[in-house]
């Protein structure tokens, strides 16, 4: 029996704006949603656009948790800077994604100022953390009530780290076609209908 594919949903009443800090992560989401509002932010980027509607963080990211295998789409219920403050996100994100057919996790992702290895991955994986990445603490403060979820793929884990090229590739282009095959149904977001959460300043 052939099992139909999802059908891509239609972005023609859309108010997301995917934000995607590294250009990598920018070129991935145009080229599987063409028509999608996306907003290349800048590494490490501390500030969200002016803009109305609803806001996705969208790109990479690298695992924690021993579980978390390339090319899983994590989902952040929280944001965590790099003091321990975390921020709620919103994880409905996860329910689309997973019907599409990815694989998907919820949970915390920490944000960290510069890349993170293997010792301390350790440590933010014992905060409950699944995975890190250098911007989504920040955008989600600057984002103030507006909806915000966080959509990450995951690279490289503990045991294949970005310094072993082999990983690099691998963990890379899986990552890659994963963020390209998400991407209409992050621009396509329908936020939660609950109360705005609070400000965060």
């Known amino acids: 029996m052939t099992i139909a594919e999802p059908r891509p949903p239609s972005l023609a009443s859309s108010t997301v704006t995917v934000l995607a800090p590294l250009r990598i ?6 080229r599987g949603a063409p028509d999608a509002r996306v907003v290349h932010t800048g590494k490490g980027s501390d500030a969200a656009p002016d803009t109305a509607g609803a806001l996705v963080v969208a ?7 021993g579980d978390v295998e ?3 789409v994590v989902i952040a219920d929280e944001v965590a800077g790099p003091d321990g403050d975390a921020l709620e996100c919103d994880a409905t994100l996860a329910a689309d994604l997973a019907a599409a ?8 992702i920490a944000t960290a100022r510069r890349i993170v290895r293997r010792g301390g991955r ?4 014992e905060t409950g953390a699944l995975a890190v990445d250098m911007e989504s603490y920040w955008l989600r403060q600057a984002a103030g009530h507006r909806r915000f979820a ?12 970005l310094a072993n ?5 691998r963990g890379g282009l899986a990552a890659y076609r994963t963020l390209r095959q998400a991407a209409r149904w992050l ?4 936020p939660s209908t609950l109360d705005e959460p609070d400000r965060h300043d």
């Not at 790109?59 to 948790?65: D, E, I, Q, R, V």
């Not at 621009?187 to 329908?190: E, I, N």
Request: hydrophobic share 55%; net charge positive; aromatic share 4%.
């Open 59 to 65: 790109g990479f990211a690298g695992a924690l948790a």
């Open 187 to 190: 621009a396509a977001w329908h």
């Open 165 to 169: 090229p082999l990983a690099t590739l």
């Open 122 to 125: 350790a440590r933010l994986a």
């Open 101 to 108: 057919g990815l694989s998907v996790r919820v949970g915390r």
């Open 70 to 72: 390339p090319a899983t």
């Open 150 to 161: 966080v959509a990450r793929v995951v690279v490289d884990t503990p045991d294949r780290e």
């Open 25 to 30: 992560e920018a070129l991935a989401l145009r």
